[in-house]
């Protein structure tokens, strides 16, 4: 039961995302070692959880539900840090203990786009699409081949393009709708839809904040991959502040005099 109401979305200036990732940043400082031995922890389940990615269909999706529920327990962290408390490794697993099916649900919305990119790249890998184009084609004359081909790579492009817009939103979400279950238990639904609406809402701010976490992201892989370690804090940080700035909880109304 939300006393408050759903929290409303606010509209920030695009470089607002870089004081999201300066707040990430401190945060990650003031407890250096808690947040290392934490990144340390995460990455090795996450690492572990990619080696089930080839499992047909059902492999892509291991990856986003374990990422959702252990950035819920991070963030968790993160709250307690910001009230004055140090954070510590356990918090990970707050979101498992706290809100394990808002959490993997909000993952697999993350996912369902990423497995059909994975399904649309196999088919065009495996030939299937450029079968069925010669296939259509028999009768045909040279030009009319090419044009279709021409016509279904086009289509197919298009929805690629598609799907992978819609892939960068559903991350985006992904990333602020278990702030949202953590800190209002919001239903996933709810989280999923203020994600979203943020999202589009501020659209040149989370442009923004995107490529810089990709620069810093090529970054963490260049030092055999410890800056991950570094990484991983930083991005639970950053989502914190985020979360925070966009975000607005409606006040309890005031009570009245008898």
Known sequence: MHLRGLPTVRKVLPLRSLFWLQSGWRLFTGHPVEWLLTALLA?????????????????????PLLLALLLGGMLHAAMRQQAGEAPRVEDMFAGIRRHPGKLALAGL????????????TYLAISGSLLVSLFGMAVGGGLQQLLERMLTHLA?????LLALLFLWGLMMQALLLAPALIMRHDLSTFDAMRLALTAGLRNLPAIVILG????????????????GFLVYIPLVAGTVHAATEDLFVVPALPALENP
């Not at 080696?51 to 892509?60: A, E, F, H, M, R």
């Not at 289509?155 to 929805?159: C, E, K, P, Q």
């Not at 490529?211 to 410890?226: D, E, F, K, Q, S």
Request: aromatic share 12%.
């Open 43 to 63: 990455f090795s389940l996450l690492a572990l959880s990619t080696l089930l990615v080839p499992i047909p269909l059902l492999g892509p999706v291991f990856p």
């Open 109 to 120: 919305f993350y996912a369902v786009p990423l497995v059909l990119i994975h399904l649309l």
């Open 155 to 159: 289509d197919f492009g298009i929805l």
């Open 211 to 226: 490529l810089l976490l990709y620069v810093l992201l090529i970054l963490a892989l260049a030092p055999l991959g410890l």
